[in-house]
Every structure is written in structure tokens, then in C-alpha cells.
């Protein structure tokens, strides 16, 4: 997204005091301006690419400033264009407005009124480009899903494709709502165990009492109403790939266990005479800085050294402020295209947000705000908010709350409608009339 620091106005008038005196007034007030003679001078170096915004005199020899508006137009009728009139000019100058100037300054104006006018259509001029930018990024969808060009996702990119074929565990460091499992994902799917499982585990989810037959299995009759022998996650990935997301909230009681199995490639279920052979790749991920907990007595440190083979860092949003409008046009052709919506239009409010917001929800709470913006339940954000009835806006809501607990269970219904504390038939319910099916969500990562 450009900024105000980074457009520039264009100033034209052939008095050379006139000239001169609004240089120094956009000047004072920061804005970077550059100063014309004539409109053959500024015609000359202006493209259809041009960001900033044209102000000229009316009068003027040779081509005055309606022609060079006309002739502006004609290279894109989106360039803000302010007419400086004289008394007997403002019949022309309102005519001008009829046809698509942005504004006119009638002599003589205020300094301040002047500068007022320039930063709307500097502003008016950043929310087309934005706009453009927008239609042209879903138009062309990126070619991986680690969206962004900031030096940090290039060097990502590059290490996710040179550690993916290589058989070693890898520890992935990144705050919440990074994408960590996208890059563990990413490093299954290039890996040569793509055809086989990606195991995810949610180690801060394991229940105390069961985890160890979650994660191990057990044998038949070894645990209450456990008749028959069952396969943990652990040996469920064999010849795959198991991810063990937020291992840091891992119960310290299993820890030692899962240490064995990294280290002997074997696992061990409840109550079983003989160890499990495995053929394992290990993925972990952890959105706390696990030495530091492993010196606090928080996390076994003999276990983050066994896991920390070959680290990945995501860096938070924060840091790499230049991939937002990127990721942003991205999530909104998603929305778009998910929703049904109208074509979108980037708002002022929307603009400041994405520029302001620090994003302590990193890429996932933009992707949210993105699809809340599509779906016009900003407050003052969204495009057509009048248009749409408090009905339709509701049933848009859900429709987006019931996809994100569908993508979140990966479409298991059971763990969704416990996730949204309703009753499965009103859930059923609900999906029908958003026209969504639980089986388009099983298997998404």
C-alpha cells in the first residue's frame, strides 16, 4: 500500500510568484511536490502510473488547464486533477467538476484550505491504486501460500524447499496465528512422504489422564474398557510425517516418553511387552521460546535438544509490515470467492486499519479481519453496508463463524458444534442455509 510520504504533487502555473509560493506551502506542510512551467513540461514526464496528484492554473499560454486535465484523463481518468481558477473561471472549473475534476481552489485561497484539498485527493489517489491492486492480486493468486516478498518469507520460502526433502526433524518457532502448521504442511507435501500421513497433534490439547494413549496407544486390556489393542498418533504416522503442534504446552509427565521415541524411533504403547518399530519424520512447533522455558524447568531441555535439529522461524506480522496489503488481497479474493460477495472495495477506514493495526494475531487475525471486511461487518469498513438488510448481514456472520469452526475440526461435525456450543441439528441447519458441506473441510491444513 503506498503512503502519503510516498506520492508527490504535481504543480503547474505559469506565474512564476504563484508558482513558487504553493511549492513552499506544500512544502511546510511535508508533502513532497514538483513544480511546472507548463503542462507540455508536466505531460512530459507523467505516466499512467503516476501516484500523486496534479494541480493546475486554469489560465495559462499555449495548453491552459482544462485541455491538460482532458489530456490527463485520457491517460487515466483516475488521477486526482484541482483546478486553480480566477473569479471568471469558476463556471469553467464547476463544469470541469460535472466531468470529473476532483476539485477546484478559487482565487485567492487559503494555505490551509489549499493543503486540505491536496491530502484528500492524495488520500482518494492511494485508495484507486489500493483498489487495483487488490483486482490485480486475485487475479494473479501467488504462487506459494507463504504469501510476501519481505526478505524474511523469501528466506523462508527458500529454507522450507531445502529442508523438506531432507529426512531430519525440524522445530518451527513463530507466535500464534503465524502459520506454523502451513509450513509444516508445506514441508510434508514436498517432502518424498507426501503420499503417506501428516499426523497433526495438538499438544497443548492432550487431556492429562489420556494423553499417553492418545499419543502411544495401548494394548488390549491394558486401560479400563480398553478391550482391544489401539494404535496411538505416534505410530499412526509411521512412513508420514508427524507434527507436533504447540509442543510446548505438552504435559511434562509425557515428555520423557516422546524423548524415547524421538531417540529410538520406536514406540511403546500402554501396557505392551515389546516397543513398535516407526519410521518417523518429526515436525514441532512451538510459539514460546522453548530454551527459555527448558532453563525454567518448564520443558524438558534434553528434549528441545533432540527437537531442535533444524529450526524455522516465522516472523510476526509486525516485522514485515510490507507483506500486509499482499496477504490482504489475497484473503479477500478468498472471501470473495467463499462468500459469494460482490466485487470489494477498499474503504479509508479499512486503509488505516491495515496500515495502523500492530496484528498481535498475526496472519490468521488479518485473514479474519479480511473476510469480516468482504462480508461488510466493520463497523463503517465494508462495501454496501447500506445495500444489506440486518437479516442478510447475521446469516453472513454465521456463514463465517460456521467455516471457520468447519476449517478449524478440518470438518469433523461433532468437534465443530462443540466448538460453537450449539445443538447439532441447529447446526445442520445453519450449514444447510449457508450451503456448506462438512466434507469440503476434511483434510485442509
Sequence with gaps: ?????????????????????????????GLPVRAFA????????IGPN?????????????MDGLQLFARLRA??????????????DVPMAVSALRDGAFDFLP????????????RRALAHRRLILDNRALRAAAASPPDSPLIGDSPAMVRLRESVAQVARAEVDVLIEGETGTGKELVAAMLHRASPR????????????????????????????AVPHGRFERSGRIEASSRGTLFLDDIDGMPLAVQPRLLRVLEEREVLPVGADRPVPLDLRVIASAKRDLLALAQQGAFRSDLYFRLNVVRLSIPPLRERRSDIAQLFAAFVAEAVAQTGQGEFRMTDAIRRHLLDHEWP???????????????????????????????DRVAAYEAMLLREALE??????????????????????????????????????
Design 1 to 29: 500500500m503506498i503512503s502519503e510520504a510516498d506520492q508527490i504533487v504535481f504543480f503547474v502555473d505559469d506565474d512564476v510568484q504563484l508558482r513558487d509560493a504553493n511549492v513552499q506551502t506544500l512544502d511546510l506542510a
Design 38 to 45: 507548463d503542462a507540455a513540461s508536466l505531460l512530459a514526464v
Design 50 to 62: 503516476f501516484d500523486g496528484v496534479v494541480v493546475s492554473d486554469i489560465r495559462m499560454p499555449g
Design 75 to 88: 491517460l487515466d481518468v483516475d488521477i486526482p486533477v484541482i483546478l486553480i481558477t480566477g473569479h471568471a
Design 107 to 118: 482565487k485567492p485561497f487559503a494555505a490551509d484550505h489549499f493543503v486540505a484539498a491536496v
Design 194 to 221: 507426501a503420499a503417506r500421513a501428516f499426523v497433526a497433534v495438538n499438544c497443548a490439547a492432550l487431556p492429562d489422564a489420556h494423553a499417553e494413549i492418545e499419543l502411544f496407544g495401548h494394548a488390549a486390556d
Design 361 to 391: 494475531g498475526n496472519v490468521r487475525e488479518l485473514r479474519n479481519f479480511a473476510f469480516s471486511a468482504v462480508l461488510n461487518l466493520l463497523d463503517g469498513g465494508g462495501p454496501s453496508t447500506a445495500r444489506q438488510t440486518l437479516p
Design 408 to 445: 478449524a475440526t478440518r470438518g469433523n461435525v461433532a468437534r465443530a458444534v462443540d466448538l460453537l456450543g450449539i445443538p447439532r441439528k441447529t447446526f445442520y441447519d445453519k450449514m444447510a442455509r449457508a450451503g456448506l458441506t462438512a466434507g469440503v473441510f476434511r483434510g485442509r491444513r
